[in-house]
């Protein structure tokens, strides 16, 4: 083989053995926040503001993203809603999943769920469209009251609510390795008695801080904003900030990564 042939084909090789490696290097690097917000809070000694790591959650109302923009702009990670209920799946879930990682922003996905289909059925559901795959975040059960909803006004019991839960929560750890984030409002935490389940929280208040809207409970992400504006998106996107410093933001990505 001619020495510039020989020497390409080293290249080749070498690329192929550090590109895993400097993958790793620029997901879990922590990018300056330029976030911006149409109506922001003064949420006074426990701004989230104050933390260092923020992302966003988005779903196919955002539209096309600009995911390398976003990613500039300080998109560390972003939870990309996969599926609703036991039979539908976000029309842009696959297109951001992929553009996300290419764009080295750490991406989990959530099911939305849907009182009117039992948890088994969402669960088998949400494993059939979200690939277990390397460098993943954990997968996200979203526990919210959907007054809204055209088609199911049921409200279970705090009893079944977290019965229901647990099933769902236990058939994706059997099946990804690790155990799920809960994301919930103080309304739904609350009349449900949440806090007795010792599961990592993703919170949402957007008023209050966390102390005032979730007396007494630990979480991981604080959903504190509606009304994100992040470059590369076109309108309000949601905003969201990691409990912790760049180290425990390093170390809890380094265990609790797919």
Not at 48 to 62: A, C, E, K, N
Not at 120 to 138: D, E, Y
Not at 218 to 237: A, E, N, P
Request: aromatic share 12%.
């Amino acid at each position: 083989m001619p020495r510039l042939a020989l020497l390409a084909f080293a290249l080749v090789l070498a690329v192929a053995w550090f590109a895993p490696a400097l993958a790793r290097e620029v997901t879990l690097s922590t990018r300056a926040v330029a976030f911006d917000d149409r109506d922001p809070v003064d949420f006074g000694r426990h701004a989230p503001q104050r933390l260092p790591v923020h992302g966003i959650d988005i779903s196919r109302f955002q539209g096309q993203i600009d995911w390398p923009v976003a990613a500039r702009a300080g998109v560390n990670f972003t939870f990309i809603k996969a599926t609703e209920g036991g039979d539908l799946l976000d029309a842009e879930f696959q297109t951001n999943w992929r553009a996300a990682a290419r764009a080295g922003v750490l991406r989990g996905a959530y099911h939305f769920y849907y009182f009117c289909t039992d948890a088994r059925t969402q669960a088998t559901w949400f494993i059939r469209n979200v690939p277990r795959g390397k460098g993943a975040l954990p997968p996200v059960l979203d526990m919210e009251w959907n007054p809204q909803s055209p088609t199911c006004q049921k409200r279970p019991a705090p009893g079944v609510v977290r019965r229901e839960m647990k099933t769902f929560l236990d058939r994706l750890e059997r099946h990804y390795g690790q155990r799920p984030i809960v994301y919930t409002t103080p309304q739904f935490h609350r009349e449900n008695d949440l806090g007795r389940m010792g599961e990592e929280f993703w919170l949402r208040s957007v008023a209050r801080p966390l102390p005032e809207a979730y007396p007494g409970q630990t979480w991981r992400f604080w959903q504190y904003s509606g009304t994100g504006i992040v470059r590369g998106i076109d309108g309000d996107v949601d905003l969201n900030a990691f409990a912790g410093s760049r180290g425990d933001w390093a170390q809890w990505v380094a265990r609790r990564r797919q």
